[in-house]
């Protein structure tokens, strides 16, 4: 992955805020991803990872705050910039009853992609999928069609990659082929990534800067060098322990 | 045996259906429904037991029945395509993908009139080889019925969608139930002169009471059932227009209240 340009963000979140019905699920969290970055999302559970997630997706509406991908407004060009992202998510699996190979031709025609069949294709061959192509996504096991998802979201080949969780399922060598994957062919397209895991190891290998989350805020967002210098610590996981022990504490 | 077991049983199901509108309103709405339809039946059997008038009943019936399992089958296509992306959990992917709601909607359409051709021409050869009631004598006057009825079915579906977005998958019940909800007040197997007159001004608004009404003008005078389709293309341009407002709302207060990701939680 090549290191953050300066050039102008990829995704700029501003002042974003979620509430439901006096619950704030998000509050005022602002953050950046640039060309080349991989930023992970990290936080407990019930941070607002997920509603930060889906509100990128437009699944939620926020209650304020502004969402620009590629300096524009995600509310005015929902579809145009859609088109140009894509995402994986353990909790939206791809159609139990359809092939691996079917479900990848679908994906790419619901992405514009006019040479569907070929796409998938070339993604049943870049994440090994070729000899499950054929059998129902439903037999898969899990670990299966985790891959399988990632690969659906690279059928538009986007500029933008939201990943949640996206080895979760995975045993450490297949996680570790599918997170180079990901770089691989994220990097071929100067994209970005917005990345979540509990997987610490796998944060670091990965993110050239780490936003953390807690009760909805935005609790520090720096570099994993920085970070750790910051908080006296050699170990991610110490640092996401002691800010999700202290959620009340002031941003740094 | 264990009572405790049967009583885990037991205790699931009734939180189950304690906590579901939907789940409530099939249990007891089918059951209201069929009262109304089988008490209309029987007051026009009863009507024309006294009266002593003739009537085709086997090609009413059967006409009537095959044209409103079109119908049926036309709301039902359209709501159970979209209830697959909910049963296999890939409805979030198509929420945030590029597709346009209308290109979505138009998608299950399309689907729809695939299913619709396939199961009319299955419908009308079964009632044919069983009952020789040979739909295609009705002559082309039913065409315009035939593509009404199919446009309310749609028009239903997309009202089904907005429900299940609005109250999640539990609201499945919905999709079968919706049609047979306007079975006893459109007038389908009886003339609407069997309602109180009250009735038959409310039902005045169901575009299938017009389309039956017709499909009975036709069998029985032959003639082109010109008001019936009239009113029932202006009912239907309406009931297409509220279904995707209606729609519109359910999608921008999931959005808002985000239901969409419960779609695939419930």
């Not at chain 1, 953050?4 to 619950?23: P, W």
């Not at chain 2, 059967?62 to 359209?78: E, G, I, K, N, T």
Request: charged share 15%; hydrophobic share 50%.
């Amino acid at each position: 992955m090549t290191v953050a340009s300066m050039t102008s963000a990829l995704l700029r979140v501003t002042n974003l805020t979620k509430r439901y019905n006096g619950f704030t699920a998000v509050n005022g969290v602002s953050f950046e991803v640039k060309p080349g970055e991989v930023v992970s999302l990290l936080g407990p559970n019930g941070a607002g990872k997920t509603t930060t997630i889906q509100m990128l997706l437009t699944l939620v509406a926020p209650t304020s705050g502004e969402i620009e991908i590629f300096g524009k407004s995600l509310v005015e060009h929902r579809e145009e910039l859609l088109s140009m992202m894509n995402f994986s998510a353990p909790y939206s699996l791809l159609p139990y009853n359809l092939t691996p190979r079917e479900a990848l031709a679908v994906f790419s025609m619901l992405y514009g992609v006019r040479d569907y069949r070929q796409r998938a294709r070339v993604l049943l061959e870049e994440f090994d999928l070729e000899e499950l192509a054929d059998r129902k996504i439903g037999k898969l096991s899990s670990g299966e069609q985790m891959r399988l998802g990632v690969a659906k979201a690279f059928v538009n080949s986007p500029r933008l990659l939201l990943l949640d969780e996206p080895t979760a399922s995975l045993d450490p060598p297949t996680a570790r082929q599918l997170r180079a994957k990901v770089l691989e062919l994220i990097g071929k397209t100067g994209g970005g990534v917005l990345w979540t895991s509990h997987n610490m190891r796998e944060v670091e290998t990965v993110s050239n800067r780490i936003v953390f989350l807690s009760r909805g805020r935005v609790m520090a967002d720096d570099t994993p060098q920085n970070l750790k210098k910051r908080f006296g610590q050699d170990d991610l996981e110490e640092i996401f322990i002691t800010i999700a022990r202290e959620p009340l504490r002031e941003p740094v | 045996m264990n009572r405790l077991h049967v009583l885990g049983i037991f205790y699931r199901n009734i939180v189950l259906i304690r906590r579901s509108v939907p789940k409530l309103f099939g249990l007891f709405g089918f059951v209201t429904v069929a009262l109304f339809l089988w008490g209309f039946i029987t007051l026009w059997v009863q009507t024309i037991a006294e009266t002593d008038v003739s009537v085709d009943f086997v090609l009413l019936i059967l006409s009537a029945f095959v044209f409103w399992s079109l119908f049926d089958l036309s709301q039902r296509s359209f709501g159970v395509s979209f209830l697959e992306e909910v049963w296999s959990r890939n409805v979030i992917n198509l929420f945030a993908s590029p597709v346009k709601l209308g290109e979505m909607v138009l998608g299950f359409v399309l689907v729809g009139i695939v299913q619709a051709l396939l199961a009319f021409f299955y419908i009308t050869s079964l009632a044919f080889l069983l009952y020789t009631l040979n739909v295609w004598d009705l002559g082309l006057y039913m065409i315009p019925l035939f593509v009404n009825i199919l446009i309310f079915g749609w028009a239903l579906g997309v009202v089904t969608i907005g429900l299940v977005v609005r109250f999640g998958p539990s609201a499945d019940i919905l999709a079968f139930f919706i049609p047979f909800m306007l079975l006893p007040f459109s007038a389908v197997y009886y003339p609407i002169s069997i309602f109180p007159p009250l009735l038959q001004r409310i039902t005045f608004i169901l575009p299938t009471r017009h389309m039956f009404e017709g499909m009975r003008t036709v069998i029985t005078e032959g003639v082109f059932p010109l008001s019936n389709v009239f009113w029932a293309s202006i009912l239907n341009v309406v009931c297409v227009i509220l279904a995707f407002l209606f729609l519109y709302w359910m999608l921008r207060q999931a959005r808002v209240k985000g239901y969409l990701s419960r779609l695939v939680q419930d």
